[in-house]
């Protein structure tokens, strides 16, 4: 018998001072194109742990190194026979590089929270990043 596929996602809200770091996803992307959210994507075979991944995904999207990297969220999203993913959601500290829009993005900005507010985000991103504060 075989098993749906089932992904394990990692993103983070990566802070400095009270601004949030976000990317614009590029037009061309699969899920949510142009809209805005964290910095993420999926745990690969590579990643000794899912830090490692994190860390991976943020230097890969945003040319950007993190530090004190903690958990604040998990999600299973079970899509039965199609398989699904487990969703999870870190808070880090900027630690090194300025961000540049890498793989998959099409803009990364500084923003407060009340410029967040306004803008086109992914599920569940705003209520993620003001859990944050």
Do not use: Q
């Not at 943020?58 to 899509?79: A, D, F, H």
């Not at 999870?88 to 630690?95: D, F, G, I, P």
């Not at 998959?104 to 992914?122: D, F, M, P, Q, Y």
């Amino acid at each position: 018998m075989s098993h749906p596929p089932f992904k394990v996602n990692v993103s983070v809200v990566i802070m400095k001072a009270d601004d949030v770091l976000l990317i614009k996803r590029a037009d061309d992307e699969e899920v949510f194109p142009g809209y805005w959210g964290i910095p993420g994507g999926t745990v690969e075979p590579i990643d000794a742990t899912l830090e490692a991944a994190l860390t991976r995904e943020c230097l890969e999207e945003v040319g950007i190194g993190i530090e004190n990297i903690r958990l604040i969220s998990n999600n299973i999203n079970n899509k039965g026979e199609k398989g699904g993913a487990l969703y999870l959601v870190y808070v880090a500290e900027h630690s090194s590089g300025e961000p540049k829009p890498l793989d998959g993005t099409a803009k990364v900005e500084w923003l407060s929270i009340n410029k967040i507010r306004k803008l086109n985000l992914t599920p569940m991103t705003l209520e993620i990043i003001e859990s944050c504060f």
